[in-house]
């Protein structure tokens, strides 16, 4: 299962979050999504479990708690085409 993590505060590594993550289970891959121009984390990032049991109880442990001073936001990731559209900004 692939899982949104958001509200991440910037100093949050992809190896706090597999270590968080890896007490429920297999993590598969963590990725923080990243500003291409400044480099730093967006604040959010995706965690891929393969089992989802696994993940659904990561999700409920996880969802809310404080993880270096901002609280987490965890839910099941939405395939790209269920998001909600944006209008354009013209």
Known sequence: MNMY???LSYSVTENDLKDAFSEFGEV???NIIMDKFSG???GFGFVEMPDNSE???AI???NGIDLK????KVNQAK???E???RKPRY
């Open 40 to 42: 730093q984390s967006k």
């Open 5 to 7: 993590v958001g509200n």
């Open 60 to 62: 409920k442990a996880l």
């Open 79 to 81: 395939p790209r085409g």
């Open 83 to 85: 998001r909600s559209s």
């Open 28 to 30: 598969e891959s963590v």
């Open 55 to 57: 993940a659904d109880k």
């Open 69 to 72: 001073g901002r609280n987490i």
